[in-house]
């Protein structure tokens, strides 16, 4: 049993499984109009939290949060389940493979199958879309990839069910059912208007703008603190989280950018046009700020002038982010 | 990031390759979608995450054979676990994974539970047992 589930790759992963199955139930948006429909920019820094020895950046809100953002925006029904016993969650997704409903599945992606080793961390937050099963095998549409995927149910089983920090608990989401087309000017508006607030106002050091300083006031410092060695690999953690695979380049920037451009062809608004080559903007610092940490780790014993730089380049970046957000807070849409 | 600016770098993938979708600006400063094979800033961040976790291991090896630390300390760092994971995946509590990490600890284990640590740590229980093998094994990120 095999569900008509047209599989299209994206950048990120939540992004593709809700545009994806969207398109299933006969609403087309992009890949930028559901990330910034479901506010999915963001910037956090976390001191207080170390994930594998190192201090979490990142770059987008939490896992789970776009695909609950879209579809409360756009009045769609939807659902969502998790499991303590890993064989009752499986029997779950095949019921509903049955009804014909592709599903949204949380895994981690340390044991899945078909990514290759360099990728496989234990992380815990990755989505994929089952949309049908034969005999033990199921069929997955998992957006990184270019092709459909397959996996047996011991497979998924494992993945469904991964350990270590934030495991999935066999997590999964459906749509229930689209009653009309949705109207989505109120629903880019509230998106845009979403992130703004909280890219400028929340009061605490590690988010937003602020987060940004806080992350260049912290890099400054590391060499010092951490000594080179640990310096450079929290540095790599930034980069990588920067520009890992789901980003779509310089941390979900450039989508953010094509969104507003987006956008300023349906509000009829031309300002958002000039806001989305200031994004543009924004994102390719974000990219000189990564080649040029970069080059810390081809030379690991530099001296401090260096991490000096590139935190100068963040508190820019911080500046041009903080434009453009609080004119978006502001401007009439 | 320009259309002809999207980075075309090979990356130091072992299994297949992944092309990721990018978005960048066309000559007419629309945005559309494009693949890139990898960055180098990018493929250095994650070459030199592993080159330290085998670093890392490399090190735990050396406490290893000096029968300080067990294989499954060696082990887990290979499996690019910590205490938290591997005692998750074990379902004990981390304090006896700590305790199984030392030597000592490593040689009360029950076959039971050292064939449930082979599985986790995707090993052979011979291969967990075995301090020859751990010494002959390559410690290496391949290019």
């Not at chain 1, 109120?186 to 937003?208: E, H, S, V, Y």
């Not at chain 2, 297949?16 to 494009?34: M, S």
């Not at chain 2, 592993?50 to 090190?59: F, P, Q, R, T, V």
Request: hydrophobic residues 40%.
């Amino acid at each position: 049993m095999k569900i008509d589930f047209q599989h299209n790759q994206a950048a990120h992963c939540e992004n593709g499984v809700t545009a994806n199955m969207l398109q299933y139930y006969g609403i087309n948006l992009s890949e930028p109009m559901v990330f910034g429909i479901g506010s999915g920019y963001f910037f956090s820094h976390m001191s207080f939290y170390k994930l594998n020895g190192m201090y979490v950046t990142s770059f987008r809100v939490w896992p789970g949060v776009i695909f609950n953002r879209v579809t409360r925006r756009l009045g769609i029904k939807v659902n969502r389940r998790k499991f303590s016993d890993p064989d009752r969650a499986m029997q779950e997704l095949d019921r509903l493979l049955e009804q014909g409903k592709p599903v949204g599945v949380l895994v981690g992606v340390f044991h899945l199958p078909y990514f290759p080793k360099e990728y496989r961390f234990h992380f815990n937050a990755h989505n994929i879309t089952v949309f049908g099963k034969e005999g033990n095998l199921y069929y997955v549409s998992d957006p990184v990839m270019e092709k459909v995927e397959t996996m047996t149910y011991e497979e998924l089983k494992r993945v469904r069910f991964a350990r270590g920090t934030y495991p999935p608990r066999g997590r999964m989401y459906y749509i229930e059912k689209v009653s009309s087309q949705p109207d989505i000017r109120p629903a880019i508006i509230k998106g845009i208007r979403n992130t703004a607030t909280d890219m400028i106002t929340i009061p605490l050091p590690m988010f937003g703008v602020k987060g940004i300083r806080y992350l260049a006031k912290r890099l400054r410092k590391w060499p010092v603190k951490l000594g080179g060695k640990a310096a450079a690999l929290n540095l790599g953690q930034v980069i990588r989280m920067l520009e890992e695979i789901g980003t779509g380049g310089a941390g979900f920037r450039f989508i953010y950018a094509a969104f507003l451009q987006e956008c300023a062809e349906i509000l009829q608004q031309p300002r958002l046009n000039e806001l989305s080559a200031e994004m543009t903007a924004a994102g390719d610092a974000w990219r000189a700020f990564a080649w040029q940490g970069a080059r810390l780790f081809k030379n690991r014993d530099r001296g401090m002038t260096s991490y000096d730089d590139l935190a100068d380049k963040l508190m820019a970046i911080a500046d041009q982010e903080e434009n453009i957000f609080s004119q978006l807070r502001h401007m009439k849409l | 990031m320009k259309l002809d600016e999207v980075p075309q770098d090979e990356a130091y993938l072992e299994e297949g390759k992944i092309r990721d979708v990018c978005y960048a600006v066309d000559k007419d400063g629309q945005y559309t979608r494009a693949l890139s094979k990898g960055w180098i800033p990018k493929n250095e961040a994650i070459r030199y995450a592993w080159e330290s976790i085998y670093e890392h291991a490399g090190e735990t090896r050396r406490l290893v054979l000096q029968g300080k630390l067990s294989p499954i300390a060696f082990f887990m760092e290979l499996n690019v676990m910590d205490v938290k994971i591997l005692a998750d995946y074990m379902e004990i509590s981390k304090r006896k994974v700590r305790r199984h990490m030392h030597i000592k600890g490593f040689k009360k284990l029950s076959p039971e539970l050292l064939s449930r640590y082979a599985e986790v740590l995707h090993v052979t229980p011979t291969e967990l047992a075995d301090t020859e093998i751990i010494r002959r094994m390559e410690l290496k990120h391949e290019d």
